[in-house]
């Protein structure tokens, strides 16, 4: 159903607890640190000082510096940018692909453009998502930023076409569906008016959520190698650089590791609040995969 | 039954067929890299280069070789990798046990997770309970990558429990290799464990709630015949397809974890093929774990029959 305006307020209310406060503190410091890296990052650039590497964490570097002596906490920062912008446009990539032919396959539902879309999106299930990220990113080159968020997107079309397309089908049934197509309306205006703004909510629960994925993805192509290249910082690349260091300095590894792991976190809160939020009635479900 | 089995077998294949040409479409118009170029490293070299084009037939139509390659697929054989100096197929078969081993306890492990915890949350309110739901959501956050080197740095570089890397095949004798496999194993069956014990909680939560376990209770069965009998036995239905698909996809999902571990796994020989876009390899390994991933669907649907004897297929 279209959301009720008072899903905000009952979201924020269900993060008004000391996890969800840690949560909301999470993501502001991400959020800072995604528009203005320089507000946050104690050190401005991230210039290297041989002379200091392998520091442990101290005052001076909360975080400790790595092998080239680059203050980690300024790396991790920067680091944020790269996976939320990414993050973001794999979002937006896997929405709106996946959205629109999940729209058109529901409101034709049955026809052969139906039967040609969801055979795609069968196959693309198929292929366990992370082996099809990492294949399309060889294919697109991880060179460039874009292919990486391309990738990411791809594994989560299917997803959202089946979400919209199971929504559309039963709402294209509806007595207000048949009302505006007996006022003359045209079929773009009933599937912008009428259709579209009842798949919002499920698009908006499934997006957050897909986030905490995709940041968990890339982290792990860029552990591989095979995502965010240089100079781009990237959490999962600090991880790919540090294993070798483990014995001798384990905060290399454990400081963007931590950072992975609360970002995911405080989405996947944000995330649960906003979806009891609209849909106040339903248990709590586990995530979907 | 038997004909339901053969009409899933059949829809099967123009499915993996079109995965193939996807694969294979993908593979050839790669603006990501010319193979060739991988191999040789200079460009100047270019009349070896157009040699070693033509002695891999990447000189002929792209359809041409498509069809080539396809016929030879099915009779199994997935050509010459570009880099090793091995048929695909051999190395698949090379590759493959470290993989299911890896996958198998995996999955034992994280079944015999799940199940208690996804039961006990949903049974018993308290804060064990909440400890054991917030323990999923911490396992549901963390990379399986950041959980082997988090164990590496505990049990490997501090403790000297278990080794680090190293995989030693079954017949060098058990012990030695399920100590090399544990902390993989650990690492990949987390993430796992928590999301099959939410999705047995809710499949719990959900089912209890239902008449005919009002029934059992009013015709005064014992609460654990009901929870067991009746409560487990439905709640299970959901979970038998959401475990089938992952385990499939934990075959593919093995990449990061073989990587920290250095186990000579189908994951590993996957992500250092991308890297080296060594072709070949690259299709048989996707080919082979699509053909996973469509044959255990086939698998779950037919075990549905098993679990739940209202369906019956026709």
Not at chain 1, 62 to 73: M, Q
Not at chain 1, 98 to 122: N, Y
Not at chain 2, 166 to 175: K, Q, R, W
Not at chain 2, 299 to 312: E, L, Q, T
């Amino acid at each position: 159903m279209v959301p009720h305006p008072f899903w905000v307020r009952r979201s924020a209310a269900l993060l008004a607890n000391p996890v969800g406060g840690v949560a909301l503190v999470v993501l502001f410091v991400l959020f800072l640190a995604m528009l203005a890296p320089r507000a946050v990052v104690p050190y401005g650039s991230l210039t290297i000082h041989p002379a200091d590497s392998f520091l442990p964490p101290s005052v001076a570097h909360p975080a400790g510096t790595d092998a080239l002596g680059r203050d980690v906490t300024s790396e991790l920062v920067y680091g944020a940018r790269t996976t939320l912008w990414v993050g973001a446009a794999a979002i937006l990539v896997a929405l709106t692909v996946g959205a629109s032919a999940g729209l058109v396959a529901g409101f034709w539902g049955g026809s052969a453009v139906d039967e040609l879309i969801m055979r795609l999106v069968d196959v693309v299930y198929v292929f366990p998502s992370i082996v099809l990220a990492l294949t399309v990113v060889a294919v697109l080159g991880p060179e460039r930023i874009g292919s990486v968020a391309v990738a990411l997107a791809l594994g989560m079309v299917p997803g959202y076409a089946r979400l919209v397309r199971s929504r559309v089908l039963s709402i294209r049934e509806e007595e207000f569906i048949a009302a505006a197509r007996g006022v003359g309306a045209t079929t773009m205006r009933i599937m912008r008016k009428h259709i579209v703004p009842h798949t919002v909510d499920v698009l908006l629960v499934r997006s957050v959520a897909g986030l905490s994925g995709i940041i968990l993805a890339e982290a792990t192509l860029s552990f591989l190698g095979l995502g965010v290249q240089p100079p781009n910082p990237s959490w999962g690349r600090m991880l790919r650089e540090s294993f070798r260091y483990l014995p001798s300095a384990p905060w290399l590894t454990l400081m963007p590791a931590l950072a992975i792991f609360l970002t995911v976190f405080a989405v996947g809160q944000v995330g649960e609040a906003i979806r009891a939020g609209l849909h106040p009635r339903t248990a709590t479900k586990g995530h979907q995969p | 039954m038997q004909r339901y089995v053969l009409g899933r077998i059949v829809i099967m294949i123009p499915t993996l067929l079109l995965a193939s040409t996807v694969i294979f479409a993908l593979m050839r118009t790669a603006v990501g890299g010319d193979p060739v170029l991988y191999i040789i490293d200079r460009e100047e070299a270019a009349g070896q280069a157009r040699l070693l084009r033509h002695e891999l037939h990447l000189d002929r139509p792209i359809g041409a070789q498509y069809l080539d390659w396809l016929s030879r697929i099915a009779i199994g054989d997935f050509g010459r990798s570009f880099r090793y100096p091995m048929e695909v197929r051999s190395v698949l078969i090379e590759r493959l046990p470290a993989t299911a081993e890896l996958a198998g306890l995996a999955t034992a492990l994280a079944l015999s997770i799940a199940i208690p915890i996804g039961i006990y949350t949903a049974t018993v309110p308290g804060g064990l309970a909440r400890f054991a739901a917030s323990s999923t959501t911490v396992a549901l956050c963390l990379p399986d990558f950041c959980l082997a080197m988090a164990l590496i740095y505990v049990f490997s570089i501090t403790l000297h429990w278990l080794p680090s890397s190293g995989y030693v095949p079954l017949h060098y004798g058990l012990l030695e290799n399920v100590s090399g496999m544990v902390l993989p194993a650990v690492s990949l069956a987390a993430w796992y464990a928590a999301v099959w014990a939410r999705y047995i909680r809710s499949a719990f939560l959900e089912v209890r709630g239902a008449d005919y376990v009002r029934v059992a209770r009013a015709k005064g069965l014992a609460e654990r015949a009901v929870t067991y009998g009746h409560v487990l036995r439905n709640a299970m239905l959901p979970t038998v397809t959401i475990v089938g698909q992952n385990v499939a996809g934990m075959f593919g999902g093995t990449v990061a974890v073989e990587t920290v571990f250095g186990n000579p796994g189908i994951g590993r020989l996957f992500s250092d093929a991308v890297l080296g876009r060594d072709y070949p390899v690259i299709q048989g390994v996707v080919l082979l774990l699509a053909f996973v991933v469509s044959v255990s669907s086939l698998v779950v649907d037919v075990c549905y029959g098993f679990v739940d004897p209202r369906i019956r297929y026709g």
